[in-house]
Every structure is written in structure tokens, then in C-alpha cells.
């Protein structure tokens, strides 16, 4: 780097990326400087001012962007220490508290000014289910009536087959997008549904969606029997995790081995021994939370903070905060619209800190989002029909079976007649083998899934359905 150069140019590019609310990739950075700089010297000069603690990179290989953060602070007497410089506009997306906005202040420090710390364990042994509480009663209120979508009581999960379709798209995207995943939501539509992964776009990502999809169907598919339990939280891990891990066996595994936490101070136990324990703590402390909001936002909180395998931990926990509210037919979760920056830093808050409010702020604002998402969705798509919901297993069973075994539309239609015959009312059989007909002439490409129906099963079925 010239000697002459830097200390203008960083100014510069600091000038530049307080007036981008959003951040800015290094093409767009290097373009406003004029005259123009060689690439390498920008990419250098950016990697300093990171080390500086004067922007924050966020995302990772080609999505990656920087935004300003804290800038370089004077001493200054122990109640000031904590101010920094105005946060861009995309922070005043989510309405935080005074609280929240302390917390973000002290995470956005530059790393040498933050306190290195490790697991603390009475931020767990501390918690009392139905005692203690991060939600408020009133905000809990809140939620609930936000995320209520009939007054009668149905099958658990029987709204989240409802609206699956935009879900497995919504979730997939949404919480591979807070990892960094670079793929456009019109690029995440086209993967799930037709099978088609973007062009210019990294394996790891592909992979990473396609494992949102099939975790978000676990939910889907099992919705009576999931729940707070090692089958449920290390069957997540596996699907989220398959394909992106070094070590094959490491999906559904608790870890063995330390692990470190990028651009962060803390530093989670190491001890597999107090791994395992504090694992199955906080599966037996969220199981015995009553209120579905309060489980959800505890498993976000303790979860990630355990790190109990090798990665991946913040997709489960995100997962995971949409088993109580698909159990009781609440609106799910799907993080619509949640900024990046503000997550990890919420995220770090916790770590960190052991502070929950500004993670609780990005999860209302989430909810809320989410919430207005799915009940357009429902207003669309009118309520369920009564008659399909009490027989939808034994449907997918009889649709699954014909793909399966591949039979062409005279054999389809006599196994029908043959299925519906079983049904103890006489009065449905006509019925059912009606709906059962239409679904199986309503088959595509983007929904023969639910069904438990393979690619290549869909596709040798097509060859013969006629």
C-alpha cells in the first residue's frame, strides 16, 4: 500500500459507505473511488478498516457487503465509553428498545474492546420454566393473538400444510439468507420447485436450501410426534447439515471438540461431557415451558449459545422455535424481511452478554412480519376443507403408493375404489376417491414431495401415467 495513500483513501471509502444504508459489495466500493485504485488495494485497505473495528463485513464470498460500524473512540470516562457513530438506516428497520440499542452499541465495538467470555451456566441453570420468562405476559398476548388462525381445534400442524408451499420457500431463503447464502428468493423458488440450481451460484449454498426444505418437511410431515427431544433437535441438525460438514457422521451429533465463534469474543464449553448435559437441560427446560412464544424464543436464546454441534447450531434453533407453534396450529416463523446485521448482532448480544433483549426485539418485529405474510396466504387460499384435513394421511398414503409403484391411470383408479372401500363410513368412500383422483391429476414438479415421493419416482411415474 503507498505510504501517501492510505490514510485518505480509508477516510474515503468510510465517506462512501456512510451514504449506503444497505453496505456495499467491493465492486461498487472500488468504482467510487476516483481515480480508480487497483482492486487488490481497496481489498486490502478494506480488510484494515475491518481490523480497525471501523466497518463490519457481512455475509461471505460473493454476497458479501460492509457496513459502517463503530468508529475509533476516544478515552472517555467509564459511563461514556459505550457511544458510537450513527448506525446506517437500515438498523431503524426494527424498532429496538433503549436496552436493545445498548447491546447492539457494545457488540459493535471492535473486537479488542470487548471482554473475551465463556459459557456461563447459570444464564441456564437460572431459568425456571413458567417462573422465569424473556417474553413479557403482554408481548406474549400480543403474539398469540397475532398468530392465531382458527378458533377451532384441529390436527397439530394442520396450518402449516396449509400454507406449506409459500413456507418452504419463505424459510428456506429467509434463514439461509441470515447465514450469508447468496441465492435471490426468485432463485430459491426455482430450486425448490423445479429442481434447478442458480447458475454462478457456490455448491454450499444450493445445498444449504435444498436441507432447509427437507428439515422444514420433518416439521411438516411429523408435526403430532415432534417436539422438544433429542429425535426431533438431532434429526433437524442431520437434515440442515447433510452434505455441508467435513465429517459425514457429525450430522445429528453432538459435538466432541472445541469450536470458535468468527467475529465474536465468546467462547463456548468445550467439555462434550457438559455438552451432553447441558443439552439435554435445555430440551427438558424448553419441553416444560407452557406458553408456545416463550418456547420459541427460549430455544433461539440457548441454543446457539451452547453450540451443541460441530455448526449449523443457529439454522436448528431457528427450526426448532417452529415446533410449538406448528404443534398448536399457530402462524409459523420464517424471519420475512429480518436485516442480516441485525440478527447476528442480536445473536452476539447473547453470547456475549447473556442479554436477550435486542434477539426479543428482532423476534417480535419477525413474527409480525411473518404473521401478515400467512394470512394473506390464508385469505387466498379460504379455509380448509374439513373433510380433506380428517383424511389427509390416508390421502398422501394412497397418492404416495400410486407414484410409487407406478402405475398408469386405470390401475391408479381400481387401488382407489380398492382404499377408499376401507373407509368405515359408506356414506365418504365416493368422496375420497374423488380427492383422491384430483390429487393425483394435480401433481407437478414443485409439490409431489409431500407426498413422501422421490424425483426419481416422480419421474418414472409421469412416463407412465396415461
Known sequence: MPPSLPSTQLDALVSFLSRQPSGAAVDAIHQSLKPLPPRRSVQRWLALLVAQGRIVPVGEGRGRRYLVAAMPLPAAPAAERWAVAELPAEYDRIRLSPAARQTQKIVLLPLNRRKPVGYVFSFLDGYRPNVSAYLSPALRKKLAALGRTTGEALPAGTHLHQVMDRLLIDLSWNSSRLEGNTYSLLETQRLLEAGEAAVGRA????????????????????????????????????????????????????????????????????????????????????????????????????????????????????????????????????????????????????????????????????????????????????????FRLRHRDRLKQVVGDVVRQGWDKPAASAFIRREAAKLPEPSERAHFATLAETELTSLHEGNFARYRVRPAEFTAWQKTWR
Open 203 to 386: 455448491a454450499h449454498e444450493t445445498q444449504m436450501i435444498l436441507n432447509h426444505k427437507a428439515a422444514i418437511e420433518l416439521l411438516a410431515e411429523h408435526a403430532s410426534a415432534i417436539g422438544f427431544n433429542r429425535y426431533t433437535l438431532c434429526n433437524l441438525h442431520a437434515l440442515l447439515s447433510e452434505n455441508l460438514l467435513p465429517e459425514a457422521a457429525a450430522g445429528g451429533r453432538l459435538r466432541t471438540h472445541a469450536v470458535g465463534i468468527g467475529a465474536s469474543v465468546y467462547h463456548p464449553p468445550e467439555a462434550s461431557s457438559l455438552i451432553e448435559e447441558y443439552f439435554d437441560q435445555i430440551l427438558a427446560t424448553a419441553a416444560a415451558i407452557h406458553d408456545p412464544f416463550e418456547q420459541a424464543f427460549f430455544a433461539m436464546v440457548q441454543l446457539p449459545y451452547l453450540q451443541p454441534f460441530e455448526d449449523v447450531n443457529k439454522r436448528v434453533s431457528r427450526l426448532a422455535a417452529n415446533i410449538p407453534l406448528v404443534q398448536r396450529n399457530l402462524g409459523p416463523l420464517s424471519f420475512v424481511d429480518v436485516p442480516q446485521a441485525d440478527y447476528t448482532h442480536a445473536i452476539l448480544g447473547v453470547y456475549e452478554l447473556n442479554r436477550v433483549d435486542y434477539l426479543r426485539d428482532v423476534f417480535e418485529w419477525a413474527y409480525e412480519r411473518s404473521c401478515a405474510r400467512y394470512a394473506a396466504v390464508r385469505q387466498v387460499l379460504g379455509e380448509p376443507d374439513a
